[in-house]
Each structure stands twice: as C-alpha cells, then as structure tokens.
Nanobody
Framework: QVQLMESGGGSVQAGGSLRLACQGSRSDYRMAWFRQAPGKEREGVAMIYGFSSSTVYGNSVKGRFTISQDKVNNTVYLQMNSLKPADTGIYYC?????????????????WGQGTQVTVSS
C-alpha cells in the first residue's frame, strides 16, 4: 500500500516560485504530478521514474518546472518557477507501476489528497 501526502501549496504572484513535496514515494514506481483547475480535466504536469530518475514534462511547464526525488526520504518534489495564473489549480501527487501514457490518470493507482496552488496576476 502506498500513501501519499502533498505539501507546499499556497498563493503567489505571477513570476514567483513554489516547491511542492510529496511524501511516500516509491523507487520502484513512476511518480507524477497532476493538476486540476476548476471545470477542467486533470492534467499531467511532470513525471519521474523512481528507478532511473528519468523525467518527462507537460508542454505547458517545460523549462519552468522541475521534478526530482529524494530516495532516502521517499519524497518527490516539484519546483515551480516563473508561475503564471494558468498554473492555478489543485496539484496531486500520483504513483503507479510504469506502463501506459504517463499523462493519463487511469494508469496511476495511488493519489494524494492534493494541495492548492493559486497564482495571481
């Protein structure tokens, strides 16, 4: 059983930075960050393979967000820089066995409760 808990959300002005943390990651899983804005579908933001630490990013965050992991402390991070109002939403950490399109939520078995990120203009 995997239990995930996110932290680090908050409110920031456009251009600012936040770092999210997800406690409970597994090195044999792939770990991902998703976000969901009101009235929109859940969107894949970034993913890291626990074993190799290879990373993939959604097009809207490339060059601004960085996903990383601390295997000793079982924590995955999402460093978010140059934040935009369009980045506003609830950010979720997810864990799943590698396989399938990383951006599809159905391929992840475990989810955190989410943390709110609000970016004002």
């Amino acid at each position: 059983q995997v239990q995930l808990m996110e932290s680090g959300g908050g409110s920031v002005q456009a251009g600012g930075s936040l770092r999210l943390a997800c406690q409970g990651s597994r090195s044999d899983y792939r770990m991902a960050w998703f976000r969901q804005a009101p009235g929109k579908e859940r969107e894949g933001v970034a993913m890291i393979y626990g074993f190799s630490s290879s990373t993939v990013y959604g097009n809207s965050v490339k060059g601004r967000f960085t996903i990383s992991q601390d295997k000793v402390n079982n924590t995955v991070y999402l460093q978010m820089n140059s934040l935009k109002p369009a980045d506003t939403g609830i950010y979720y950490c997810a864990a799943g066995v590698p396989g399938g399109d990383w951006k599809v939520p159905q391929f992840y078995s475990y989810w955190g409760q989410g943390t709110q990120v609000t970016v004002s203009s």
